[in-house]
T-cell receptor, first 114, second 116 residues
Framework: DQQVKQNSPSLSVQEGRISILNCDYT??????FLWYKKYPAEGPTFLIS?????DKNEDGRFTVFLNKSAKHLSLHIVPSQPGDSAVYFC?????????????FGTGTQLKVEL | NAGVTQTPKFQVLKTGQSMTLQCAQD?????MYWYRQDPGMGLRLIYY???????DKGEVPNGYNVSRLNKREFSLRLESAAPSQTSVYFC???????????????FGPGTRLTVL
């Protein structure tokens, strides 16, 4: 039972345009949602997060939107740059007193073309 | 500040061999985690340690053991490697259990393991 799903394995956009990466989840108990970015041969790096009580969080070129009723979130990158080409993982977390475990989606490979 | 370091970077084992993957962090984090990444599967949690002296199973613990050696170090052991354990292994750490609320996890560069 995959609790966090990224249904698009890949996405290709032109430099300067908007990239929209999508993520769906099934567990309504998740407290936070996070996006991680991963380059080849490196570990994932944190990009942006959103609390389950918010519907939007913005950080520079990156904005995450959360639609709780649809159990859906999306990451918008505007404008997209070639350096944004990477695999993007959506992850979700239930806050507990003992270590906050992340549940990851399967990732979306973003390619930003010149 | 090295962050999270992992050794080795690459390893090839034969079925039945054992090995230990090492992980260390220098951020004074309380919690540490081991994940594996397989094609089309995302990252899956193997074991985690909420704080020094505690360890717990994650989603896919079978075939693995862990040791939280001290606050800095968290090792993952394969006692009898199987081809199904061919994967990329990531260690992560976070400030962790001392406070409720969100805290991000910082990942190491990974160990690419092949079991023949």
């Amino acid at each position: 039972d995959q609790q966090v799903k990224q249904n698009s394995p890949s996405l290709s956009v032109q430099e300067g345009r908007i990239s929209i990466l999508n993520c769906d989840y099934t567990n309504s108990m998740f407290d936070y949602f996070l996006w991680y970015k991963k380059y080849p041969a490196e570990g994932p790096t944190f990009l942006i997060s959103i609390s389950s009580i918010k519907d939007k969080n913005e950080d520079g070129r990156f904005t995450v939107f959360l639609n709780k009723s649809a159990k859906h979130l999306s990451l918008h990158i505007v404008p997209s740059q070639p350096g944004d080409s990477a695999v993007y993982f959506c992850a979700a977390m239930v806050v507990t007193g003992g270590g906050n475990k992340l549940t990851f989606g399967t990732g979306t490979q973003l390619k930003v073309e010149l | 500040n090295a962050g999270v370091t992992q050794t080795p970077k690459f390893q090839v084992l034969k079925t039945g061999q054992s090995m230990t993957l090492q992980c260390a962090q220098d951020m004074n984090h309380n919690s540490m985690y081991w994940y594996r990444q397989d094609p089309g599967m995302g990252l899956r949690l193997i074991y985690y340690s909420a704080s020094e002296g505690t360890t717990d199973k994650g989603e896919v613990p079978n075939g693995y053991n862990v040791s939280r050696l001290n606050k800095r170090e968290f090792s993952l052991r394969l006692e009898s490697a199987a081809p199904s354990q061919t994967s990329v292994y990531f260690c992560a750490s976070s400030t962790g259990s001392n406070y409720l609320g969100y805290n991000e996890q910082f990942f190491g560069p990974g160990t690419r393991l092949t079991v023949l």
